[in-house]
C-alpha cells in the first residue's frame, strides 16, 4: 500500500510537511529526529528519534534504513542537508530521488524546477518506493485535523565521517529557507562587520532572516550558508528586501517565489527593478537607516 513518511530534521520541517503530504493525497507519518511536533498535521504517527543532533549523512541512512519499510514515498523539506542523507539513503536502499518539488500530478508524477527555475519539468517516477525533497512554499498548511499517535524509535548512526565541530551563525533569527522576512545584501556591503550591522540591523527589526549573493559570500563578506540563490538556499517568504544586489538570474532563481521583492540599488538601471515588486533608488546606506528609523 502506498505510504508517505516525513522526515523532519527540525521541528519546523514539521509544519512544513503537511501541505505537501495532502497534496500528495497519501496516509503519513512523521519521523522527526530532533525535537517535538504539533499533533495535528493531519498525519497518522508522529515516531520520535530525539537525536540531540543531526548525524553525518552517512550515519543517517545507515540508521533509517530499516525505518523506511512499508513506506512508497519518503520526503524531507529540500536542504543541503536532506539532500545529501536521502541521496545516500536512495543508493544505499535502492530508490528512485526526485529533488525540489514544487508541485504534484499524481503519486508517481511530480513538478520541479530545472534551468535555474526558468522551466518546470514534469518527472515521471516509474519505480517504488521513491525518495523526494519538496519546497514547502508550493504546497500552502492546509486546515489542522486530528490527533496522531505517538511513537518512539533509538537510532543507530554509525558514521566513517567524524564532526569535528559545529557552528552555529545567525543566533536567534529564523531558519533562511523558512523565514517570513529576509533581507539580503550584495558586494557593496564592503565586509562582514557592515553586513552584519546594516543587512543583520534591518533584518533584527523586521523579525527576518539574513541572505546574500554569491558575490558578497565569496567576498568574504557573508557567511556561505546564507548564499540564496541558484546555488545557495531557495527561499519564498513574505517579504525580501535586496539590497545592494544586481538581479543576476542566479539570484532571482532562489527568491522568484517570493510574495513581495523590494529592492534598493543606486542604479536605476539594475535589471532586478525589472522583478521586484516596489523599488527605491538610493544609496543603501541611506535608505536602510531610514527604513530603521520608520520602524523603530
Ligand atoms: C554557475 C553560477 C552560479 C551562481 N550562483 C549564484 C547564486 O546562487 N546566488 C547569487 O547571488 N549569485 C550567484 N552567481 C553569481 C551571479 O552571477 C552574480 O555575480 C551575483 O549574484 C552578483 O552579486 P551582487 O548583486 O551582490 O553584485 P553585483 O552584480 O556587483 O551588484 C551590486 C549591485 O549593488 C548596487 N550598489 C552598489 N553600491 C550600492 C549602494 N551603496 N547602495 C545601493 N546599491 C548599490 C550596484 O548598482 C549593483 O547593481 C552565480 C554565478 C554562476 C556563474
Not at 513518511?5 to 496516509?27: E, K, M, R, W
Request: glycine content about 10%.
Amino acid at each position: 500500500m502506498s505510504r508517505l513518511l516525513v522526515i523532519a530534521f527540525q521541528p519546523s520541517d514539521a509544519v512544513a510537511s503537511a501541505g505537501f503530504a495532502a497534496s500528495l493525497g497519501l496516509p503519513w507519518d512523521l519521523l522527526c529526529l530532533t525535537g517535538a511536533s504539533d499533533l495535528d498535521l493531519g498525519n497518522e504517527k508522529i515516531i520520535s528519534a530525539n537525536l540531540d543532533l543531526i548525524p553525518p549523512a552517512d550515519g543517517l541512512a545507515t540508521g533509517l534504513a530499516k525505518a523506511i519499510d512499508g513506506y512508497s514515498h519518503i520526503a524531507c523539506v529540500s536542504s543541503m542537508q536532506s539532500k545529501d542523507f536521502l541521496a545516500r539513503l536512495a543508493g544505499t536502499s535502492d530508490l528512485a530521488m526526485v529533488t525540489d518539488v514544487v508541485g504534484i500530478d499524481s503519486p508517481t508524477t511530480f513538478k520541479r524546477p530545472i534551468v535555474a527555475g526558468s522551466i518546470i519539468a514534469t518527472v515521471e517516477v516509474l519505480s517504488s518506493p521513491v525518495a523526494m525533497t519538496f519546497r514547502p512554499a508550493g504546497f500552502p498548511k492546509p486546515a489542522r485535523s486530528g490527533v496522531s499517535v505517538q511513537e518512539s524509535i533509538t537510532l543507530e548512526t554509525p558514521s566513517k565521517a567524524t564532526i569535528v565541530s559545529r557552528s552555529v551563525r545567525g543566533g536567534a533569527r529564523p531558519d533562511l529557507s523558512q523565514a517570513k522576512v529576509i533581507v539580503s545584501g550584495g558586494r557593496p556591503l564592503k565586509d562582514a562587520e557592515t553586513f552584519e550591522r546594516v543587512i543583520g540591523g534591518l533584518a533584527d527589526k523586521l523579525g527576518g532572516a539574513i541572505g546574500a549573493t554569491r558575490a558578497a559570500v565569496d567576498s568574504g563578506i557573508a557567511p556561505n550558508e546564507i548564499q540564496v540563490g541558484q546555488t545557495g538556499k531557495i527561499v519564498a517568504p513574505d517579504l525580501y528586501i535586496a539590497a545592494g544586489i544586481s538581479g543576476s538570474t542566479q539570484h532571482m532563481a532562489g527568491i522568484k517565489d517570493s510574495k513581495i521583492i523590494v529592492a534598493i540599488n543606486k542604479d536605476p538601471d539594475a535589471p532586478i527593478f525589472e522583478l521586484a515588486d516596489y523599488g527605491l533608488v538610493a544609496d543603501l546606506y541611506d535608505a536602510i537607516p531610514a527604513i530603521q528609523n520608520e520602524i523603530a
